[in-house]
């Protein structure tokens, strides 16, 4: 008698035990929700200290940059319709920039920069589909043009 109470007892802890288990792991498991997401895409160093320049994908950023029509928008030197990109790799970091680039809309919706930058431009940047290697190639681009407008 006694013995078959502390087998169950045993089964009750082990059970206990699992489930504590299973709940955080599914927690682990959750993607982080859009705010928690920008809330940490403009944190830690600019892009221009983490973009380590590549002359060729300098080059293949120049070509998109027209096919991409992102200069049917944006300037190097002088902010019109759109903002300014000569040295928006100093002003932001990597991550926010590959973001912008390769999903303004996602970052319309929940981006508090961006939707800064849309009312001050009264204008809502295109998806332009550009993917993750093009939207590096496009970042080297531009942190070449920046290197070679400085002083
Ligand atoms: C239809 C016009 C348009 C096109 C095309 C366009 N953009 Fe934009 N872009 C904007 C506007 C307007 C903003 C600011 C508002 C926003 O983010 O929606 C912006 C914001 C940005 C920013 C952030 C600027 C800052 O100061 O932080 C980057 C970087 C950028 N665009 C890069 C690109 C690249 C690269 C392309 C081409 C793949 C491109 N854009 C195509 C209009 C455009």
Redesign the pocket.
């Known amino acids: 008698m006694k013995y078959t109470r502390m087998i169950s007892l045993m089964v009750f802890m082990l059970l206990l035990s699992s489930c504590g288990k299973n709940e955080s792991g599914d927690a682990e498991k959750q993607a982080p929700t859009p705010a928690e997401r920008v809330a940490v895409l403009d944190q830690g160093p600019r892009a221009v200290q983490t973009v380590k320049l590549n002359d060729s994908l300098a080059n293949r950023g120049r070509v ?2 027209d096919d ?3 200069s ?3 300037t190097l030197g002088e902010a019109e ?3 300014d ?1 000569l040295g ?1 790799l100093d ?2 970091t990597e991550d926010w ?1 590959m973001m ?2 390769t999903q ?1 809309e996602w ?2 919706e929940h981006d508090p ?2 939707r800064q ?2 009312s001050d ?1 009264d ?4 998806e ?1 589909g ?1 993917e993750g290697a093009d ?1 590096k190639a ?1 970042l080297h681009f ?1 942190l070449r043009e920046t290197g070679n407008a400085s002083p």
């Open positions: 998109l940059f991409k029509s992102c049917d928008c944006h319709m759109a903002p990109l928006v002003r932001r920039l912008q680039i303004p970052m319309n920069i961006t930058l849309i431009f204008l809502e940047m295109i332009t550009v939207a496009l531009l």
